[in-house]
């Protein structure tokens, strides 16, 4: 396959955090290579118990469960690498809080919740996808991240074509390379028959606030880029989709735009917030991928806050979805959750705040959705305006 980073060099740097970042996220694979369905993990055998459940509890202490898994003929698991996700919340108060599940690769697993509201709670464990299962998403993503794939549409007068875009691609005809050339970022379309590459014109995927005016740009509503203007309180908005991968509606080539380079645009300074999303349209492709794309982007939000140190950046995080039988082996919430967690990683120790959206839409009562509903988004636009508004500075 067309590798676009073979060809773009890495520093000793860059390359010694790529190596770390993999050893970290390293996942725990069953001992035997085929395992009996039966041999697998069951949730309904499975029991969890609170530890020092007899103790009273107060605000700001640690609540500890130690869960114990067994497989489908009730015989328990002798091996970890089961992905689960954890929540407490009290329904009557519509609270919740996302817990910490640390796997001792024994079949027990502890895991640990914050306490962080009076009353009574209720503990939730949910098995998303067991051990035996997770072999089979690394290894579809490893060596198949050409399953999901984009297009583009090269046009010149009446002749119109479209051909396969991607960041892997089989050489099996020639190919169009639209490599960044300011970042290295790789991304390669089949020539079309009879047209050049210079003719690609666009990319494509196979509710207004109040006192904003909203300039139409002529652009996809999903895809942008977009610009309002709140003129009573002289703010300005904008909006881009970042670089590809990213699946979307068809837009402009020339809106193509990676998210280091517009960075790099940016004078900043203390009226300047900027926010940033970038996880969901990463999940088929090698974990690589994401590091290097980070390590662009934090480079040029380090350059970005030496020029101008009071200027806030916001990352905001990827989040839980619904798990539909036709995109769990492209999609799953494990794919996500290890980008979450070089996310975090990379941008330790920086001045940077997250909105923790995988968080938030874990713990919340409501069904997961990639595409949460207002009352979440709701939530992270109130964690985003703290940031953005601090009470110190009101």
């Known amino acids: 396959m067309q590798y676009g980073y073979q060809t773009h060099g890495f520093t000793l740097e860059e390359k010694t955090e790529g190596t770390v970042l993999m050893k970290m996220i390293e996942w725990p694979m069953p001992p035997d290579p085929s395992v009996p369905f039966r041999k697998s993990s069951d949730p309904l055998h499975t029991c969890f118990i609170i530890l020092n459940h007899e103790k009273t509890f107060h605000v700001g202490d640690k609540l500890q469960v130690m869960l114990r898994m067994f497989d489908f003929d009730g015989n328990p698991k002798q091996y970890g690498g089961d992905y689960l996700q954890a929540r407490i ?17 024994n079949g027990y697993y502890y895991i640990h919740f914050t306490l962080s509201w009076p009353g009574k709670v209720q503990v939730s464990v949910s098995l998303v996808h067991p051990s035996e299962g997770i072999k089979v998403l690394k290894r579809l993503r490893e060596e198949r991240p050409d399953r999901i794939y984009m297009q583009s549409t090269f046009k010149a007068g009446a002749i119109s074509k479209t ?37 690609r014109i666009n990319h494509a995927r196979g509710g207004v606030i109040r ?17 309002a203007f709140d003129i009573q309180n002289n703010i300005m908005l904008e909006y881009f989709t970042h670089g590809p ?14 998210i280091s380079n517009k960075l790099n645009e940016i004078e900043g300074g203390k009226d300047t917030v900027i926010i940033i999303g970038i996880c969901a349209h990463f999940c088929t492709f090698p974990v690589e991928v994401y590091i290097r794309r980070l390590q662009h982007i934090r480079r040029s939000i380090l350059q970005l806050l030496s020029r101008n140190p009071d200027t806030v950046v916001v990352i905001k ?12 082996l492209n999609y799953s919430d494990w794919f996500t959750f290890q980008l979450h967690l070089v ?8 001045k940077v705040v997250f ?40």
């Not at 519509?94 to 599940?101: D, I, M, N």
């Not at 006192?211 to 610009?227: M, Q, S, T």
């Not at 975090?344 to 920086?350: K, S």
């Not at 713990?363 to 939530?379: D, G, T, V």
Request: neutral net charge; hydrophobic residues 35%; glycine residues 6%.
């Open 89 to 105: 919340h009290s329904p009557e108060l519509k609270a919740g809080s996302a817990g910490t599940v640390i796997d001792n690769q």
């Open 163 to 199: 051909t396969v875009c991607n960041l892997f691609l089989t050489p099996t005809k020639p190919l169009c390379n639209f490599t960044d050339l300011r970042t290295g970022e790789p991304w390669f379309c089949y020539k079309p028959e009879n047209l050049p590459c210079s003719t």
């Open 355 to 394: 909105v923790d959206a995988w968080a938030m839409t874990i713990a919340h009562y409501l069904p997961h959705n990639i595409h949460p509903l207002q009352i979440i988004i709701k939530n992270e636009i109130d964690v985003f305006l703290s940031h953005m508004c601090p009470f110190n500075k009101r």
């Open 343 to 350: 996310l975090r990683t990379m941008f330790a120790g920086i």
């Open 211 to 227: 006192g904003i005016r909203i300039f139409d740009l002529g652009n996809p509503k999903e895809a942008g880029p977009h610009c």
């Open 317 to 328: 995080t990827g989040n839980v979805r619904a798990y539909v039988p036709d995109v769990i």
């Open 245 to 258: 991968p990213i699946y979307f509606v068809p837009f402009s080539s020339q809106h193509v735009n990676y």
